[in-house]
C-alpha cells in the first residue's frame, strides 16, 4: 500500500496550485534557458547548458514527488476540540532542560515548516505530543538518538498557515 500523505484541504489545494506552477511556468523557464545554453556553442564544455539540464532533472523530480504526494494525501480535517494535542493543534510546551517556551504547529508532513514551527505529525515531536492532554510531560525522541522531555503548557487551534 502507497504511503499516505496527510494534509488540510488548503495544504492539498496549495500543493496543486504548485504541481501546476512546475508542469508550465517553471518548465517553460527551464526549457527557454537550455534553448539560449545551446546557442552558446559546444555543449561539452558548456556550464549555462548543464545548469538548466540539472535544474530540468530536478524539477522533474519534484514534480514526481508532488503527484505522488497529491495523489496519495489523506485530507484531515482540523478539530477544534483542545483537549488533547492532534492534527491542526497550536502547542504550547516548555522545555525543562533549555528553561525554553516554544509553540508548534501539528500539521501534516506536505505543510511542515520548522523554520516557522510548523511540524508534521508524524515527525517525532509529532508523534510525542500527539494525543497527550496540557500538563502532560511527553518524552520526543530524536533522531540522534538523544531524547528529551517537554511539557504541554497549551492547546489550541492552530489553523493551516503553510509559508509563502
Same mark, same amino acid.
Given at each position: 500500500m502507497a504511503e499516505e500523505f496527510i494534509m488540510t484541504q488548503k495544504g492539498y489545494d496549495e500543493a496543486k496550485e504548485y504541481l501546476r506552477y512546475l508542469k =508550465?511556468?517553471?518548465?517553460?523557464?527551464? =526549457?527557454? #534557458?537550455?534553448?539560449?545554453a545551446r546557442g552558446f556553442g559546444d555543449l561539452s564544455e558548456n556550464a549555462e547548458y548543464d545548469a538548466a539540464k &540539472?535544474?530540468?532533472a530536478l524539477n522533474e523530480s519534484e514534480i514526481r514527488e508532488l503527484? !505522488?504526494?497529491?495523489k496519495n494525501a489523506k485530507i484531515m480535517e482540523e478539530?477544534?476540540? &483542545?483537549?488533547?494535542?492532534?492534527?491542526?493543534?497550536?502547542? @504550547?510546551?516548555?522545555? #525543562?532542560d533549555l528553561?525554553? =517556551?516554544?509553540?508548534? @504547529?501539528?500539521?501534516?508532513? @506536505?505543510?511542515?515548516?520548522?523554520?516557522? !514551527?510548523?511540524?508534521?505529525?508524524?515527525s517525532p515531536i509529532g508523534i510525542a505530543l500527539a494525543g497527550a492532554s496540557k500538563g502532560d510531560v511527553v518524552t520526543v525522541h530524536a533522531p540522534n538518538g538523544f531524547d528529551y522531555e517537554?511539557?504541554?503548557?497549551e492547546i489550541s487551534e492552530g489553523g493551516s498557515a503553510k509559508a509563502e
Open positions: =508550465t511556468e517553471k518548465k517553460k523557464e527551464i =526549457t527557454e #534557458r537550455i534553448k539560449v &540539472n535544474e530540468e503527484e !505522488n504526494k497529491i478539530s477544534k476540540d &483542545n483537549s488533547k494535542v492532534h492534527f491542526g493543534s497550536q502547542v @504550547t510546551l516548555y522545555d #525543562r528553561e525554553e =517556551t516554544v509553540v508548534y @504547529t501539528i500539521m501534516g508532513s @506536505t505543510e511542515a515548516d520548522p523554520d516557522k !514551527n510548523i511540524v508534521a505529525i508524524d517537554v511539557e504541554i503548557r
